[in-house]
């Protein structure tokens, strides 16, 4: 029922009465998918955690800061690097391996390039997203922003990782789940972005209500195109998904409101971008009691492709066990359920072409019998 107050007003003549008095547009009151994971996400805390959630939320710390060093020499983050300090701003987190402090947001961004440009970032075993770059650059930018303590920052990483790991399994079909796009062709970088949401919305103190519009405002915000794979627009997809996760953050701490079923609705998130009715039969389920990241969160023992690191560690043991040399090697063949094909990268021209490169990282092996 329409308010007297607003009966026989044009939608323009009545947002510019609201705007005027500094009133939002009400939202209808649904208890949505995102305030429902909200609830449970907001009231976690370190104390609560089993020991393995925390460790595991240290290892992504440190894979996270290793394959960042490493970043450091990669022309695309470096371009985003010099454009953010050029840029300037409020003084709040550092930029890894820099010292400069810039906005959080926009160190949080340009921190996740660095990591994900050298491709030694963690993967979860199910979609191959790096969701441990977002929650690290996140992490440490609101954390220091905020004055957090140590474990602030891993509980939140902990929580961010449930997020984003249930809400790719409520998005992405089980016969693509390891493919780290889904049929309409988006980066798995649209599912990460969830996870550094919720970890930054729990560093900022947000209410339940809060993170569930900042949840809402990651889903109508992130994109990425899985065709960038391959390209330096897979790292900037990883800055875009923290520059996203801090921005919605922020504003749902101002009060930025939006649908209350942004994940869940027909044309919401879910339905979007996984081209499929969700599945939100396991969306909530066990909640709090079987962690995400304890369960699914891979660390790569070398830099490149997730889906390429078996036959690595296969292709060394072989090469050690066997005594060849590489010249006295033919063929080289390989089995296995991630990989699908062999791939055109046979001679790769750089960095992005050879960490994508299964004929480069069994030859690397072989050759060198080592990681």
């Known amino acids: 029922m329409v308010h007297a107050k607003w009966s026989g007003m044009t939608r323009r003549r009545m947002l510019a ?18 305030l429902r ?17 925390i460790q595991y939320a240290k290892v992504i710390l440190a894979s996270t800061l290793a394959s960042a060093a490493a970043g450091t020499r990669i022309g695309s983050a470096r371009i985003i690097r010099d ?12 930029l890894w391996f820099d010292g400069a402090k810039l906005p959080a947001n926009e160190a949080a961004r340009a921190n996740a390039m660095l990591s994900d440009a050298a491709a030694s970032d963690d993967s979860d075993l199910r979609n191959v ?28 990483m902990v929580a961010g990782y449930e997020a984003a790991g249930r809400i790719a399994e409520a998005v992405t079909p089980p016969t693509e789940a390891l493919s780290g796009s889904w049929g309409h062709g988006f980066h798995a970088s649209v599912i990460v972005a969830f996870g550094g949401v919720v970890t930054a919305a729990k560093l900022l103190g947000l209410t339940a209500e809060q993170m569930a519009n ?24 990883a800055g875009n998904a923290a520059l996203c996760a801090a921005n919605a953050a922020l504003a749902a701490a101002r009060g930025y409101t939006v649908n209350p079923d942004m994940l869940e609705a027909p044309r919401g998130f879910l339905a979007v971008f996984g081209g499929v009715s969700p599945n939100m039969a396991s969306f909530t389920r066990g ?14 023992l070398v830099p490149g492709a997730h889906a390429l690191q078996p036959a690595v560690e296969a292709a ?23 990989i699908r094909a062999v791939g055109s990268n046979r001679v790769p021209a750089d960095m992005v072409e050879a960490i994508h490169s299964l004929p480069y990282f069994l030859a690397s092996a072989v050759a060198d019998k080592d990681f």
Request: glycine content about 12%; aromatic content about 4%; charged content about 20%.
């Open 17 to 34: 009465s609201l705007a005027a008095t500094g009133t939002a547009l009400a939202q209808p009151n649904v208890d949505g998918a995102a």
């Open 37 to 53: 994971l909200a609830r449970t996400l907001v009231s976690v805390r370190f104390p609560e955690l089993p020991p393995t959630t």
């Open 83 to 94: 454009l953010v300090k050029e840029q300037g701003g409020k003084p709040e987190a550092r």
């Open 129 to 156: 997203a790096h969701i441990g770059t977002c929650l690290t650059a996140v992490g440490l930018a609101l954390g220091e922003r905020m004055g957090a303590t140590g474990e602030d920052v891993l509980c939140a």
């Open 214 to 237: 900042a949840i809402g405002i990651t889903a109508t915000t992130m994109g990425g195109l899985a065709i960038g794979t391959n390209s330096w627009a897979r790292e900037y997809h």
């Open 287 to 300: 909640l709090t009691e079987d962690w995400q990241i304890s369960r699914y969160l891979a660390i790569k």
């Open 316 to 338: 060394i043991e072989a090469s050690r066990q066997s005594g060849l040399e590489p010249e006295q090697v033919a063929k080289i063949l390989v089995s296995g359920p991630q």
